[in-house]
Structures are given as C-alpha cells and as structure tokens.
C-alpha cells in the first residue's frame, strides 16, 4: 500500500532485484512476439513488410535473398529477445537493424518529398520501434557499448531514446489531420463519428509528446500514448485477422510493433511515480 501511494505521489520507485531485473518484461516479450511474427511472415512469403518496408530501388539484386536475411535477423532478434542471457546480443542486432531500416527505407523520401506528411508518418512509424529497441540497449549495455557508444547507453542513452520517441510522437498525430478522411475509414464501422476518433487519436499522440517534452507526467503519457496505439491495433487490424490476407497480416503485426516500442519506451520510466514530473524529457 505505501510503495503505491509513493508511486502515485511521484516518488521513485524501490530498486529491483536481480532476479527481478533478469525476468523479462511484458513489453519486451509483446516486442519480441511482434518480430518473431514479421520474420515468419517474411520467410513465408519471401518479401519484404510490404509499403513498411518498401525497398526503393525496382531491380534490386539479390533481392529475395535480402528479404530472407532480413526476415532472418527479425525472427532470430525476437526469439534470442526472450531469454536474459541473449537480451543484450539481441537488442543490438535488432537496434541496428531498426537503425538501417529507418535511415535507408524511411528517410530518403523524407528527404526528397518533406512536404508530404506520409513521408513523415512512414518515418515516425519505424523510429518508435526503434526508440524502443534503443531503450532496451541503453538498459543493457556491454563492455563494447561503454567503451565506443557511451552517449547512446547507460542514462543517456535513454535521455536519447526518449527525446526520439517525443520527436516522432507528432509526426504520427499530424497525419490524422492531414488524412482524416483516411484515418476516420479505418475506425470501425460499429462506431460513431469516425472523424471525431480520428482527430480524438491525433490529438493524443501530439498531447503526449508535448507532455513528454515539458516533464508533464511522462510516465503516465507514455503508458497512455503506447495504451492508445495498442488500442488501435486491436480495433483496426484485429478483426481483419480473420482473413487469411498477407497485407492484414502484416498490418497488425507491424502496427503491434509500433504500439510495443512506444510500451518499452515507457516501460523506461518504471523508477518513476505515475505523476512524477520532470525538468524536461532530456532532464534526469
């Protein structure tokens, strides 16, 4: 009772133990279903993650061979995500991985088409999953990661791969504006005033960002926002589950991924009360 009045009152919460650090956190094994799933899709079908993970070169040499390499490192880093004795060996295959992905699929149309908020939306998508990955290296960093990537592990690394996730956070909430008739045609049709949930949904991604970005109760804004994608996952693509569809197959799986970063990146936050405020989302 005391240690969830501290929580709630914003003071930290008592250390783990090391059992308690080794045992795996649900969002960490949701992150690594969602990768097992992608890599098992890719192999079956031989392909990349479709428009997720578009290539853009038309004629790409060996290109069924990369698919069945990527889809290889997705369903390696999520199974070797489970055990804690491959946690840290994982999360820096799957944090470079991610890396490469967002840098050579995801931002070169950002580049070249800024001004198209899809671009920014493909982009963002992609860097929540990455945030996360960031995240849990940060928490587990190796000999070799103190000694060449300081800045990336360690508490700032996490400062790094929260200010990633605020940044991204607006890119995801602006694109229920900027296609909100798009957006209000995937809420399901049992409920009322699509283009109210649309534009509800946007403002929640740019509500938490900005609560993020001021200190304003990060860890509850980050629990909400990853609560609210995981929601969306469920409403959206769930159902289509139903249908033996490669597209909706991968749609859940990559939207599940998106919903899982943004929880391990909240996840971050655990040695902080649930209105706990902060300097800022670089602050300590």
């Known amino acids: 009772m005391a240690s969830s009045l501290a929580a709630a009152s914003g003071a930290p919460a008592a250390a783990s133990t090391p059992a308690e650090a080794d045992r795996p956190a649900a969002s960490r094994i ?7 799933a992608l ?16 290539i853009p070169i038309e004629h790409l040499p060996g290109r069924t061979a990369i698919a069945y390499a990527c889809a290889l490192v997705e369903l390696g880093g999520g199974l070797a995500l489970l055990p ?11 944090a470079v991985f991610l890396l490469l992905w967002l840098v050579l699929l995801k931002l070169p149309a950002v580049v070249v088409v800024p001004q198209m908020e899809a671009t920014w939306l493909g982009f963002g998508e992609i860097a929540v999953m990455f945030a996360g990955t960031w995240t849990l290296l940060a928490q587990r960093p190796g000999d070799w990661e103190r000694a060449h990537v300081p800045f990336a592990v360690g508490e700032r690394g996490l400062r790094g791969a929260r200010a990633l996730f ?42 938490a960002s900005l609560a993020l970005l001021l200190g304003v109760w990060p860890r509850l804004a980050a629990t909400l926002e990853a609560a609210m994608l995981g929601v969306i ?12 569809d490669r597209t909706n197959w991968t749609g859940f799986f990559i939207s599940s991924a998106i919903a899982c970063g943004a929880w391990i990146v909240a996840d971050g936050y655990r040695d902080r009360g649930w209105l706990a ?8």
Do not use: N
Not at 30 to 36: N, P, R, W, Y
Not at 39 to 54: C, E, I, K, P, S
Not at 191 to 196: E, K, R, S
């Open 39 to 54: 890599g098992v899709l890719g192999l079956v079908h031989g392909d990349f993650a479709l428009v997720w993970q578009r």
């Open 84 to 94: 804690a004795a491959t946690t840290r060996g994982a999360t820096r295959v799957l």
């Open 30 to 36: 949701a992150f690594a279903v969602t990768m097992i």
């Open 233 to 244: 996952t469920l409403l959206v693509w769930g159902p289509k589950l139903l249908v033996l």
């Open 277 to 284: 405020r902060r300097a800022a989302v670089t602050g300590s």
């Open 166 to 207: 605020v940044a991204t956070l607006p890119m995801i909430g602006l694109s229920h504006f900027f296609y909100a008739e798009q957006t209000a045609a995937f809420v399901p049709a049992w409920l009322p005033y699509p283009l109210f949930w649309a534009y509800l949904t946007g403002t929640g991604s740019l509500a």
